[in-house]
């Protein structure tokens, strides 16, 4: 409580940027929510997959397609719905798309009070999603 | 004489903002911490925040302003030694008499500490100044170690959003709300004394924290008008008072009685409420704490755990915080009404009744968390 009001009172952009993440964080939960049910079940094959990382020191940790999608169309259409991120041809490699999307996924499939990916700094920043590809392409 | 106390922080952070060309050099200070809990910048990108080379940084800022680096290694090894770096100013008070000068590096560092404490929710400890202008300095501080079996305790890594705090102490600098940066600071002193007291003493600091949201209360709804006829003290008196008010001439006595009632009231019950219920985080009652998972009111009733905590209430001299078999006692709900005062209580059980949902909610004494 009390952090919250120092954060309203001295930072009101962190307080609404926080207000917002709360939004963005329910609107992709009605994502989730309106999947098909084969694509939900395949997501939270790939949250349960990224989950075993957690603690681990690694950063946005890639889980090959196998282990969780059935074909490319899965991966595709999770992908255009923004919520995984994957590499180019979507048949190798796929991963959560962000810490929000990881915290909604999380909280959607685990529950508010046993949400693994809560604070998590296992996965990529909203906004720096690409910060990891765009490094190696800029060494290509 | 200024009313306002807690202000070194917010004078040294304006004069560090303050961008005009005549502004005086700081001296630089380094002033070393002692956190019981591995602090790591939550904000940034790395592999193993805690362990690896980005873990020397909690707040990372050029030499115009606060930062806060790890400075024992390993990183994560407990307890933290942390080093906050700032340049302080001079601070010359002229008197009609004499005059005084200054470098409020204690007060400024101790006000971080508390604002570092209140992130971190972990009681920062002031191990005192060890470098004033790039000289090395050394001084006997009065730290006493708290206890082996308490430095034992294992604590949780404790993440701290670096644009948060950065954002936080900048707003205090550019704020001229004197008011609302003292009663901010006082709360983030109350909250630190009640953290660094609770485990030798969970009454004190009990009431230390119940203070800190009254203190924030108290000035967030000074301005705010309570109705009589809301105000759930004077109900025996309102049927007098509405019984008084028909008699001929005595309406405007009757309000006059109203409002030098409400004058004398300054209503913490109902703003301490208010306010918890306006600034309570989204997720606070629906998430597991990840330092104190002590179910309580809502929680299913665990009956030998109830037992235990009624049996360590009437063993006389039994400390009912000690750690068995590494976990907390389980106290059941009824275990921690008891450890509620009934104000406290009712405003709890108000708010859960008034926003119509169920909740979970963790209740900590012997540390933090309390809301």
Known sequence: ?????????????????????????????DVIRNLAENLRERLEKLAAATSRYLGMPMINPSISNAAWADDTTTVIALRNADLIGGTADATTEGWLKNRLVGEAVGEFFFGSASNPFRGNTLLLPKGWENVLTSGDSTEE | VPKVSNMSLAWNTRRLMDTSTDRPTGQPVEYHLLSGRALYDAATISHDPLRSGTAEWILHADQDFYSVSVV?????????????????????????VASSVIIPLDDVAFEFAALLSLLAREPITLLGLRRLANRPITNQYPYIPPPQDVRR???????????????????????????????????????????????????????????????????????????????????????????????????????????????????????????????????????????????????????????????????????????????????????????????????????????????????????????
């Open chain 1, 1 to 29: 409580v009390i952090k919250n009001y120092l954060l309203c009172s001295f930072a009101p952009e962190i307080a609404k940027e926080r207000e917002a993440s709360v939004e963005e964080k329910a609107r992709i939960q």
């Open chain 2, 72 to 96: 024992s290694r390993p990183f994560d090894a407990l307890p933290q030694e942390l080093c906050v770096s700032f340049p302080c100013f001079v601070k010359r008070t002229e008197g009609k």
């Open chain 2, 153 to 371: 305790l294992p604590r949780p890594p404790s993440p701290i959003d670096s644009r948060e705090l950065r954002a936080i102490l900048e707003g205090i600098g550019r704020s001229t709300d004197d008011e609302t940066i003292d009663a901010a600071l006082a709360a983030a002193k109350l909250y630190y004394a009640g953290l660094s007291i609770a485990r030798f003493d969970p009454s004190g600091a009990y009431v230390s924290l119940v203070s800190a949201i009254e203190c924030l209360a108290g000035h967030h709804y000074k301005a705010r008008k309570f109705l009589f006829d809301q105000t759930p003290k004077f109900e025996g008196l309102r049927p007098i008072l509405d019984k008084l008010s028909t008699l001929p001439g005595a309406q405007n006595l009757v309000e006059q009685c109203k409002n030098e009632l409400m004058k004398q009231e300054h209503l913490i019950k109902s703003k301490f409420r208010l306010l918890i219920a306006e600034f309570i985080p989204e997720d606070f009652l629906l998430t597991t704490d990840q330092l104190y998972q002590i179910p309580a009111v809502g929680a299913p009733r665990d009956k030998a755990a109830s037992q235990k905590a009624s049996a360590m209430l009437t063993t006389p001299g039994h400390n009912m915080f000690t750690r068995e078999s590494g976990s907390l006692p389980t106290l059941s709900s009824g275990y921690t009404r008891m450890l509620l005062s009934k104000r406290l209580w009712r405003s709890l059980k108000g708010y859960l009744v008034r926003t119509g949902r169920s909740f979970r909610l963790s209740f900590g004494l012997n540390g933090s968390r309390i809301w």
